[in-house]
């Protein structure tokens, strides 16, 4: 779908707005967020939630810092997430016996059921959301969106090189 915005005054190279990737890529993220939250609606769990316990089912033990670096969500608002999943029974945390400041953290069984729970339906959301293309054309769109993330995650993690290692 392209959007034939009116082009302004001097052009724009013969690019329309409609024809900006990024805005496509927003306005996707919007269609899969309403796709995700309709399956996911009766566990109330955010994105966010939701990738934070498959983080720690993922690296059992792991701690907020550790989640940061898999998970692209900011500490503190991983921190604020912990705490409402422990709240809720899904996560536990654990003090670290070597570091008192440091809390380990571990799906509770509740915690695994709801993500055992969940997995089917964001499969189903997954399976709406793609339909259009067909089994390569999901592979060659999983390999590029894995890029993308992980050159923009790791980027904003302040670990992106541009290949230049002077």
């Not at 793609?130 to 995650?153: H, K, P």
Request: aromatic share 4%.
């Amino acid at each position: 779908m392209t959007l034939n915005a009116p082009q302004p005054e001097g052009g724009t190279d013969g690019v329309s707005l409609g024809d900006s990737l990024l805005l496509r890529i927003i306005h996707l993220g919007v269609v899969v967020g309403k796709e995700a939250a309709e399956k996911l609606s009766p566990y109330e769990l955010s994105p966010a939630e939701i990738s934070i316990l498959w983080a720690c089912r993922e690296h059992p033990g792991c701690t907020a810092v550790m989640i940061s670096q898999v998970v692209p969500i900011d500490t503190p608002s991983i921190s604020r997430n912990v705490h409402r999943l422990v709240g809720r029974g899904l996560l536990a945390r654990r003090r670290s016996s070597h570091d008192r400041r440091e809390v380990r953290l571990r799906l509770s069984s509740e915690g695994e059921q709801t993500l055992d729970a969940l997995l089917p339906l964001l499969s189903e959301a997954e399976r709406q959301v793609l339909q259009a293309l067909d089994e390569e054309q999901v592979r060659t769109f999983r390999l590029y969106t894995d890029a993308l993330f992980a050159a923009n995650f790791l980027r904003a993690e302040g670990e992106w090189t541009d290949g230049d290692d002077g």
